[in-house]
T-cell receptor
Framework: SQQGEEDPQALSIQEGENATMNCSYKTSINNLQWYRQNSGRGLVHLILIRSNEREKHSGRLRVTLDTSKKSSSLLITASRAADTASYFC????????????FGKGTKLTVNP | DGGITQSPKYLFRKEGQNVTLSCEQNLNHDAMYWYRQDPGQGLRLIYYSQIVNDFQKGDIAEGYSVSREKKESFPLTVTSAQKNPTAFYLCATGDILTGETQYFGPGTRLLVL
């Protein structure tokens, strides 16, 4: 059961531009996380935003959460070629589930 | 990838053969997870374990088996009942007490000969 759905599926931009990825989910959550995956590698945790938070920053990353719309966005500012990767959102289920449900991801290509 | 190792990096399976994927961690995390990733897809949960000698089925457990005899180890066996095993398998750990973040190993790519 995949709860998170990222949009767009693929995104190609030039170095220095901003990249925005969106995630929609279906049920109430405790928190939402974003992960990054370089090709053929494991996932790396980027940022976690709780259901009572609306915005969070970490370096060049900005995450927003709108629980009324059941959606989140990840903004990467001043992108670099090294940001090229797939980005996944993951949600837990309200009620303390230890499981995460991952979306299908957005494949970001940053052209030098 | 931190303190999580997965081996082998590539694994080839013959028809009707059982194969076991290794996952070892030194992060002292209680929870361990196995995910399957197909090309261009997200992660689907196969099995997870929160404590030694206990584990639960995920969304796609059929054709797979696991054991959790030690806190550090959570091997996954892909049995002959799994008819479409070709995929990228990811092991993850989590510290239930301190947070919800999961930490991933480098993955094992399983191919069928």
């Amino acid at each position: 059961s995949q709860q998170g759905e990222e949009d767009p599926q693929a995104l190609s931009i030039q170095e220095g531009e901003n990249a925005t990825m969106n995630c929609s989910y279906k049920t109430s959550i405790n928190n939402l996380q974003w992960y990054r995956q370089n090709s053929g590698r494991g996932l790396v945790h980027l940022i976690l935003i709780r259901s009572n938070e609306r915005e969070k920053h970490s370096g060049r990353l900005r995450v927003t959460l709108d629980t009324s719309k059941k959606s989140s966005s990840l903004l990467i500012t001043a992108s670099r070629a090294a940001d090229t990767a797939s980005y996944f959102c993951a949600t837990d289920a309200q009620g303390g589930s230890e499981k995460l449900v991952f979306g299908k991801g957005t494949k970001l290509t940053v052209n030098p | 990838d931190g303190g999580i190792t997965q081996s082998p990096k590539y694994l080839f399976r013959k028809e009707g053969q059982n194969v076991t994927l290794s996952c070892e961690q030194n992060l002292n995390h209680d929870a361990m997870y196995w995910y399957r990733q197909d090309p261009g897809q997200g992660l689907r949960l196969i099995y997870y374990s929160q404590i030694v000698n206990d584990f639960q089925k995920g969304d796609i457990a059929e054709g797979y088996s696991v054991s959790r005899e030690k806190k550090e180890s959570f091997p996954l066996t892909v049995t002959s009942a799994q008819k479409n095993p070709t995929a990228f398998y990811l092991c993850a750990t989590g510290d239930i007490l301190t947070g919800e973040t999961q930490y991933f190993g480098p993955g094992t790519r399983l191919l069928v000969l």
